[in-house]
């Protein structure tokens, strides 16, 4: 090979180390490439997550650096993008108090109700006018800028969403399940100044409304309803066989209304119930009633949790419950009423099971603390009361028993016949009760056995009883509780299991004061007995309490 051969075979190979020297480089900037970008991707995710609202590169005094700036610029441009994807802006509305805003804002809740993408309608800052009620449909939510800078009143500042209600009716209603309303006010307005707004009177801020259909998961956080002065502020309304369950309401802030919150149960058969309210207040003139539950519907199990309940004066009561199917659990709430006279609380004869605690001030409670012993304010106002402990069945202990006959035990009386009743022996059956014999009960005819007290004391001031006794046996719906209930039937508890262990069978009920309970227990098929017991209110059972002597002689 010649010089010139090698020089260009020379050249040949340089240029080829060369083209894999860059092919390699090309790979590893393609890598790189790749890799930068899915830093990009959650760096953006980053701060969309933390930035959730314009911010100036310059934010509270605080002087940031380029990179900074960089970031902050490149968040408010992805914010924008993401917010044409995930939110439905109210397109028309003008929010400056005067222009009606409602058909496009209406508007944008049907379109939200129809879409399966974008569910959330977000009203910017500004103060919206309608004039007719705004209809929340199953699955939507309506969420603001907040309510301003203040939890008293209404201020147009800090970049809030005010819901400017000029009209008769409420201002919204909810119809659908799994709706919400977010971070706004919502007012009776008077504004425009010289307009029919200032002598129109609003039925409510938000009505959350089941006609013959059931409205269950509604939510309201971070809400100011503010002015209803001639209506309620917010009402869970059950009508026509309807229902509200599974409200989420938290935050909330009610300013001057005449009733504060209303659930209703309207008719029989409606329900409103399990609905949950966290925090928040009820202030300012509420001229009627703070909170009101009404029947005769099934409204009960609704809990209040954290609220606080504290107008200077209503003319009725800060709490109202009434109907027999009604009732309340207001869990660590203030009450307080700077200038009541009257009872700050007010349930009605036919409500029971009611719980209240929490600080209570200035004046009492006017209820049956018999039917609600967990009513349990203690003030210098008012005590809470539990039923006494004691055990009026005579001869619990089943003292007592002739050897010659051993179907008669003091105290108790049989109906029934063809039975033999026989002392358990400690050995074959350890007590569960110190001193209280366990008995066995044969039967041998297909007739049902009762065993009951042989007398009662009466105890006029209660309508409530709880009685029951501890069963064993190996057969299923041996021995079951029973007593007259409160409208002459007679009702039963439920049955033993037969799972061959101890079964406590009882229940408390209601009951006619003018006849009485009349408790027994009904026995089908053989069973062992033990610790019977009966207390008149509405508390757990006691077994193994005794009566005034537990000898039975």
């Known amino acids: ?241 309807g229902g509200v369950f599974y409200s989420s309401v938290e935050n909330i802030r009610i300013r001057h209304a005449k009733i504060g919150i209303h659930l209703d149960a309207m008719e029989e058969g409606d329900v409103v119930n399990n609905n949950h309210f966290h925090d928040g207040a009820i202030s300012g003139g509420i001229t009627d009633v703070g909170l009101l539950v009404t029947g005769p519907g099934a409204c009960n199990a609704n809990h209040f949790n954290g609220m606080s309940i504290g107008p200077p004066l209503t003319s009725i009561a800060h709490v109202y419950v009434s109907g027999s199917k009604t009732n309340v659990v207001l869990n660590r709430v203030r009450l307080e009423g700077t200038e009541m006279t009257t009872p700050l609380v007010i349930v009605e004869d036919d409500s029971y099971d009611n719980v209240m605690n929490g600080v209570l001030g200035h004046t009492g409670i006017q209820a049956d603390l018999n039917r609600n012993p967990e009513i349990t304010f203690l003030t210098n106002k008012m005590a809470g009361i539990h039923p006494a402990p004691s055990n009026l069945f005579w001869n619990a202990p089943f003292h007592g028993i002739n050897s010659e006959d051993s179907s008669s035990i003091p105290g108790w009386k049989f109906t029934g016949s063809d039975f033999t009743v026989n002392i358990v022996s400690s050995s074959e059956e350890p007590m569960l009760y110190a001193d209280h014999n366990i008995i066995s009960i044969e039967k041998g005819t297909l007739d049902t056995l009762k065993l009951a007290p042989s007398e009662l004391s009466s105890s006029p001031i209660h309508s409530f009883c709880t009685f029951g006794i501890y069963a064993k046996s190996d057969t299923a719906n041996s021995i079951s509780a029973a007593m007259t209930f409160k409208s002459g039937s007679i009702i039963s508890s439920s049955r033993h299991s037969g799972s061959g262990n101890w079964e406590f069978i009882g229940m408390s009920s209601l009951f006619d004061k003018m006849n009485g309970p009349n408790p027994f227990f009904s026995l089908k098929e053989d069973v062992m007995v033990t610790a019977p017991f009966f207390s008149y209110g509405r508390s757990p059972a006691k077994p193994g309490a005794e009566f005034l002597s537990g000898s039975g002689k």
């Open 1 to 241: 090979m010649n010089q010139t051969s090698r020089q260009k075979a020379n050249a040949q190979c340089i240029k080829n180390i060369l083209l894999i020297v860059g092919f390699i480089i090309c790979s590893l900037c393609l890598v790189l490439l790749h890799r930068n970008t899915k830093l990009i991707r959650q760096l953006q995710r980053k701060v969309d997550t933390v930035c959730v609202a314009n911010i100036t590169a310059e934010s509270d005094g605080v002087k940031l650096g380029d990179d900074a700036n960089y970031l902050l610029e490149y968040k408010k441009e992805s914010y924008d993008q993401s917010t044409k994807s995930r939110y439905l802006n109210v397109k028309g509305a003008k929010g400056d108090g005067i222009t009606d805003d409602t058909k496009a804002i209406q508007r944008a809740l049907n379109q939200a109700a129809k879409n399966k993408k974008d569910a959330v309608v977000l009203l910017q800052k500004g103060r919206f006018l309608i004039t007719k009620t705004l209809i929340l449909k199953g699955g939507v939510t309506l969420r603001g800028q907040g309510y301003g800078s203040s939890p008293l009143a209404i201020q147009f500042d800090a970049g809030g969403t005010f819901i400017m209600y000029c009209g008769t009716e409420f201002a919204i209603q909810v119809r659908g399940h799994s709706a919400a309303i977010e971070s706004l006010a919502v007012y009776d307005s008077k504004y425009p100044e010289g307009s029919e707004c200032e002598n129109t009177k609003g039925a409510g801020g938000v009505l959350v409304y089941a006609d013959n259909r059931l409205v269950e998961s509604f939510t309201m956080r971070n809400v100011l309803i503010y002015y209803f002065t001639e209506g309620t502020a917010l009402k869970l309304h059950a009508t026509n066989g």
